[in-house]
């Protein structure tokens, strides 16, 4: 009987802190979302019930902030690196996987080590470097840097995806006379593509929420979204109503995303941890 009473004041403790980690993560994106519909002098004041206005996803968009243009960048600097970064993480990966090549763990750890290190520490070669060829405030510049960014991060993860394909499918294949780039096409994409599709995802979240790299290196025409968002504000303060209706398209486009390809996100995870 003890046990039981125990094991009800466990489960009601957890649960209590279960609930509380859910309110300190949804509470501040319900004041976003509440404070995006509300105008300049409904946003101070702490009240569920006000009258909604959608002037605020209007005038983002307007001079002087003109979000439709860090949207535009945004989403070109992102699609374009993941559009280069998975075919070649994957061919890298790839090979990782299934050659016996000469210092191969020496090259695996150096690449991991990438990750490791500080932005602030390669952010200053990268802007002397785009200034010398002229590459500074350049959609061109930040894709090479997300690409350097995310390179890493994706051929390690694609690698675990095809280590979880079995080899015999392709010996089978190579058996039968197809050569080793048929069976990259007609056996491991298709077998990989939730992993892949999972690390595209991965690696355009982090482009589109890139923000250092951006703010460094650009200053007019290649500003992104993320950048954008400083620009909200006037002499009397941050003008949290606009800035809210920013945040909220900021997020907008990573939400529906995460809902269109959820069953394929969930099975590549899976992929990628069963061995």
């Known amino acids: 009987m003890l046990g039981r009473r125990r094991k009800q004041v466990i489960d009601a403790v957890q649960l209590a802190l279960i609930l509380i980690a859910i309110l300190i993560m949804l509470v501040p994106i319900a004041w976003i979302f509440m404070a995006a519909f509300k105008n300049h002098i409904d946003v101070f004041q702490l009240k569920l019930f006000f009258t909604p206005t959608l002037e605020n996803f209007g005038t983002v968009f307007e001079p002087p902030f003109f979000l439709g243009h860090k949207l535009m960048n945004s989403t070109i600097v992102a699609f374009v690196t993941v559009v280069l970064a998975i075919p070649i993480a994957t061919m890298a990966a790839y090979s990782f996987s299934r050659f016996r090549l000469t210092g191969e763990t020496a090259m695996l750890v150096v690449i991991l080590a990438t990750q490791f290190v ?55 294949a190579m058996v039968d006379g197809s050569s080793r780039l048929q069976v990259i096409r007609n056996i491991v994409l298709p077998m990989a593509a939730p992993g892949l599709l999972t690390a595209g995802i991965f690696c355009f979240i982090i482009a589109w929420n890139e923000f250092l790299f951006a703010l460094i290196l650009t200053n ?56």
Do not use: C, H
């Open 118 to 172: 500080p932005a602030v520490v390669i952010i200053l070669p990268f802007f002397v470097m785009f200034r010398d060829i002229g590459l500074l405030d350049t959609r061109i510049g930040l894709i090479l840097v997300n690409l350097a960014i995310v390179m890493p991060f994706a051929i390690w993860m694609i690698k675990g995806f095809i280590d979880g394909i079995p080899l015999d499918t392709e010996e089978a």
């Open 220 to 275: 007019k025409d290649a500003v992104t979204l993320p950048i954008g968002l400083a620009l909200f504000k006037a002499e009397e303060g941050d003008l949290w109503n606009l800035l809210s209706a920013a945040g909220i398209i900021i997020m907008l486009p990573m939400f529906v995303l995460a809902l269109i390809i959820r069953k394929y996100f969930v099975q590549g995870m899976t992929m990628g941890a069963v061995r």
